[in-house]
């Protein structure tokens, strides 16, 4: 038998063509293998964590149906194709519990008309040739099957976003009940949360939570601490604004941080009104904040716990928001400016905290009209202060009466208050009630009261200096962009920090920073395929006929 292989020793075209022929299978055998890199800078298209943890722990079978079209304009046929890709890994974490299934609309009738039962349609795409402008209608929606429910992706045309879509909506489908974890506290001189419309204004924070955070974790329950209490189903309770408290309504909120609730309070201490003709950040010539009255209750009340939030502005001369409008810097020279009182904290200029949880995911955060804290650690001695959000060096503070106006603001002097001043604090741990047995309000169970944290539970507070961190003001077309990659995601992953879900946390720092990619012609798919295919084995066939007729040479 051995001698039978022999003879092709030094058979040379045997060998060669053997060589040609193996290369080639091993190139049918992999060509379907999901091999890609990421090249960039955020690691935008590679999954997280997160990802792998829910699919591999789904109970039921999920289904990916996407229905994508292929004929579509050059300019956006790379990113539908890398769309898909996307899809294809997802898929791949988990293939005995995730089922994926393509579908063209254009192509199919049957294809078309599951589009229309799964409730997806088709969006116009621009195509630019020679000068012309033309659109056609494509598809790139995703329907999600798991068990009896459903959701679906309208648009799934950012790859970058895809992972991000395709979990929120698995944690819907998984979520029991539509009951959040989360309470708002409802009381006279709180800022409220009503539905995006005519009732919307800079006092309120509708929009964060009808549009952002209830499409992802239910409906939040609004409870008027002065008359109920703070029920065990909710883990985190949010105080925005500067609610009037009575006696009842502390001892509720008291008793929900002893029971290890979590508090984010985004306070207000100055108040002002905006003209109604012009809502923009500098509002012409007019408004003046004050004080609200309730500031000092409140700053009484919140003492106990270790802070208080001042009644004051900062000012930060350069780390602000830069207006579009111009004012009158020196005589006769106009120049946009920095606003002074809508600061931006970031990471690189070290405003946030890099070590904790809460920031650290965070380049940035927008403060309009936010007021310094102080803290008292000896009031909580067994809790741990952080400050997690900080001015710079060279911010100012201004109390009692401050002109917002950006003509008056840009004439104030500001004066380097030298070292940094807490905007945002972060106290946690074991808590001591700010009652006792025998200041416990009547009518209400004294068996039950705790003096402080119970053992097995940890509470925790935020504060931050301004309710305008989710204003509905900052849903316009001028400030959009920046609360969109700022102060939504911020305050999206707080929640969820807050309510022990971290799954989609690294998932809100991909931005679409994709830019129009030229997509490969299908000749040259064939080129580069060939040579791919062709190119090693041409040059081992070259060398070995190279050293073929060197040997024959030397022969001769």
């Known amino acids: 038998m051995i001698s039978f292989f022999d003879q092709f020793n030094n058979h040379k075209s045997f060998i060669i063509t053997n060589t040609i022929l193996l290369f080639v299978l091993s190139n049918l055998l992999v060509s379907d293998w999901n091999c890609r890199k990421d090249l960039s800078r955020e690691n935008r298209f590679n999954l997280t964590a997160s990802t792998e943890k829910v699919l591999n722990s789904l109970e039921e079978k999920l289904y990916i149906d996407a229905f994508y079209s ?16 996307v899809l294809k890994e997802i898929a791949s974490v988990n293939r ?72 929120t909506s698995i944690k ?9 974890s989360l309470a708002i506290l409802k009381a006279n001189g709180a800022s409220t949360a009503p539905e995006p ?10 929009i964060m939570i009808h549009k952002a955070y209830s499409p992802e974790n239910g409906e939040p329950a609004e409870i008027n601490v002065n008359e109920e209490p703070i029920t065990e189903e909710f883990q985190t309770l949010l105080w925005v604004g500067a609610p009037e408290l009575t006696e009842k309504g502390k001892y509720h909120i008291d008793q929900f941080l002893m029971r290890g609730g979590s508090l984010v ?53 350069e780390k602000s928001m ?48 936010v007021s310094g804290i102080e803290v008292y650690q000896d009031k909580q001695p067994e809790a741990n202060f952080e400050t997690v959000i900080q001015s710079s060096t060279d911010a100012d503070r201004k109390g009692e009466f401050v002109m917002i106006g950006e003509e008056q603001i840009a004439n104030v002097e500001i004066k380097p208050n030298g070292t940094p001043i807490k905007l945002g604090v972060l106290i946690k741990g074991k808590l001591k009630s700010a009652f006792s047995k025998d200041r ?8 039950a009261f705790l003096e402080k944290t119970k053992d097995d539970k940890t509470s925790q507070i935020l504060v931050i200096g301004t309710p305008y961190l989710v204003s509905d003001f900052l849903i316009t077309d001028q400030h959009f962009e920046v609360f969109q990659k700022t102060n939504l995601p911020f305050f999206m992953n707080l929640m969820d920090i807050f309510n022990g879900d971290t799954d989609l946390i690294a998932m809100r720092s991909k931005q679409s920073y994709i830019k129009n990619i030229k997509p490969v012609k299908r000749f040259e798919q064939i080129l580069f395929s060939s040579i791919n295919i062709l190119l090693i084995p041409l040059i081992i066939g070259m060398y070995a006929f190279a050293r073929m007729k060197k040997r024959n040479s030397g022969v001769a």
Do not use: C
């Open 70 to 85: 292929e004929d579509v304009p050059g300019m956006h046929k790379a990113r539908l194709n890398l769309a898909r890709e």
């Open 96 to 167: 005995k519990k995730v089922e994926i299934r393509f579908y063209n609309p254009d192509t199919s009738e049957s294809d078309r008309k599951k589009a229309a039962e799964a409730g997806i349609r088709s969006f116009p795409l621009e195509k630019q040739e020679r000068g012309a402008r033309e659109e056609k209608l494509a598809f790139f929606g995703i329907r999600l099957t798991l068990g009896s429910k459903t959701e679906v992706i309208p648009v799934g045309y950012a790859a970058e976003n895809l992972e991000y879509q395709v979990l």
């Open 172 to 180: 819907k489908m998984s979520r029991k009940g539509n009951q959040s």
């Open 197 to 206: 419309g005519p009732m919307s204004n800079k006092d309120t924070f509708g």
């Open 265 to 317: 309070v985004l306070a207000k201490t100055m108040d002002f009104a905006l003209p109604s003709r012009r809502q923009t950040m500098g509002m012409g010539n007019e408004g003046i904040a004050t004080p609200i009255p309730s500031a000092s209750a409140i700053a009484l009340f919140t003492e106990n716990y270790g802070f208080k939030v001042n009644s004051e502005f900062i000012l930060e001369p």
């Open 322 to 369: 830069v207006t579009n409008s111009f004012v009158q810097i020196q005589p006769g020279v106009f120049a946009p400016y920095h606003y002074p009182l809508w600061p931006i904290a970031s990471m690189d200029a070290k405003m946030l905290s890099k070590t904790n949880p809460i920031t650290s995911g965070s380049s940035a955060l927008l403060l309009p009209w």
């Open 440 to 447: 416990i309000p009547q009518d209400l169970n004294k068996d």
